[in-house]
């Protein structure tokens, strides 16, 4: 009788036991059914821009961020809410990732982690077509426009006092664009890519002048310690649309 209430008992502690193994293997887990919040710009093309046609956001980073999404079968939403509110989602925790054409910094690299970078750009010196300026020293006494947050406006901000101009700051680069066209502002710094881009594709009265500065890469971000599982299928996936050629395919289909 002994024997038998010694065997219940050890089948009793074993099932316990056991019970606590899979309730713990089990929150170890990744979490599944989870639709990730992925903020970014509103007009930003060619990475992120509205098609007016579909009413749909469309653009180089909104291809990639779909083409990775696939490749490592997670869900995500996109907001579309501009450079700046789209930074500030994320650091509030109101968005879990950001694909904005986000250059790579150490500054930044304080607050957010950043994959592997999948594109690289810099900024360049923007002005009307009609304009004389042809660099840095013909902006002495004049106003510059920059978009807010952006590494354009760090650069002209740093290099103000050197070359005597003001600083105008502006929501967006449509706006910073017309400001420029308009007289307000005699130029304005923007990425070179996306200056090109909007130039060529909107016949803008507009030309980039000199030469491309502080190239460095863009990259998808999380807040800092967050998300860690975003950034590597982040990663994941780069490496294999890069190995499969879709990644090539998004770059020419927006002339790259």
């Known amino acids: 009788m002994k024997t038998c209430k010694r065997l219940a008992a050890l089948l009793l502690a074993l099932l316990m036991a056991f019970s606590l193994f899979a309730c713990g293997?089990?929150?170890?887990?990744?979490?599944?059914?989870?639709?990730?919040?992925?903020?970014?710009?509103?007009?930003?093309?060619?990475?992120?821009?509205?098609?007016t046609e579909t009413n749909a956001y469309v653009g180089i980073d909104m291809d990639i961020l779909k083409a990775i999404a696939e490749d490592q079968k997670f869900d995500y939403e996109v907001q579309n809410v501009g450079f700046d509110a789209a930074l500030n989602q994320v650091q509030s925790g109101q968005a879990d990732g950001v694909i904005a054409g986000m250059t790579i910094t150490d500054e930044r690299k304080l607050t957010f982690d950043f994959s592997e970078g999948y594109f690289d750009a810099g900024q360049i010196l923007v002005v009307p077509a009609n304009s004389d300026i042809k660099g840095l020293e013909d902006l002495k006494g004049t106003?510059?426009?920059?978009?807010?947050s952006t590494q354009g406006a760090d650069y002209a901000q740093s290099i103000a006092k050197e070359y005597g101009f003001e600083?105008?700051?502006y929501e967006d680069s449509p706006t910073m664009y017309q400001a420029v066209i308009q007289g307000t502002n005699s130029a304005c710094f923007e990425d070179?890519?996306?200056?090109r881009y909007s130039i060529q594709s909107q016949n803008l009265e507009l030309k980039v002048v000199?030469?491309?500065?502080?190239?460095?890469p863009y990259g998808f971000a999380a807040k800092k310690g967050e998300n860690s599982e975003l950034i590597d299928m982040f990663n994941a996936g780069l490496v294999n649309i890069k190995a499969n050629g879709v990644y090539d395919e998004i770059l020419a289909k927006y002339g790259y």
């Not at 000199?210 to 460095?216: E, F, L, T």
């Open 143 to 148: 106003n510059v426009a920059v978009k807010i």
């Open 192 to 195: 070179d890519p996306v200056a």
């Open 210 to 216: 000199g030469d491309v500065i502080n190239a460095k």
């Open 167 to 169: 600083v105008t700051t």
């Open 25 to 51: 293997a089990k929150n170890s887990e990744p979490e599944t059914g989870k639709k990730y919040i992925i903020a970014s710009d509103n007009a930003f093309a060619p990475f992120e821009y509205l098609d």
